[in-house]
């Protein structure tokens, strides 16, 4: 299954935006779905990630108690809610369906990403 990445805008710090990833040419069932980020000039990061069944979900330290992550299988579709945004935030996101591993490099299947900038 491929992925699109949208939602993707400019916010102010404290602000919030809310992603979708949503699947094609396939669904997102049973997979577990993956959100990373990167930044200009950094290496790609792992940010969040929920489980096949949408009970268990992880978060880098970056982001916990900010964002939150929720699937809707009905409409293969998983969301990412930002809040509290901060400037750092300010990346590239992209989402990835799989076994749920945080590595970046153990995805095959890649969308365009989605561009988030928090201004100060």
């Known amino acids: 299954v491929q992925q699109a990445e949208s939602g993707g805008g400019m916010a102010q710090s404290g602000g919030s935006l809310t992603l979708s990833c949503a699947a094609s040419?396939?669904?997102?069932?049973?997979?577990?779905v993956t959100w990373f980020r990167q930044a200009a000039g950094k290496e790609r990061e792992w940010v969040t990630t929920v489980s096949w069944s949408g009970r268990s979900a992880y978060f880098s330290d970056a982001v916990k108690g900010r964002f939150s992550i929720a699937r809707d299988d009905a409409k293969n579709v998983v969301y990412l809610q930002m809040n509290s945004l901060k400037t750092e935030d300010t990346a590239v996101y992209y989402c990835?369906?799989?076994?749920?591993?945080?590595?970046?490099?153990?995805?095959?299947?890649w969308g365009q990403g989605t561009l988030v900038t928090v201004s100060s």
């Open positions: 990835a369906a799989g076994s749920g591993t945080a590595r970046a490099e153990d995805y095959v299947y």
């Open positions: 040419g396939g669904t997102f069932s049973n997979l577990a």
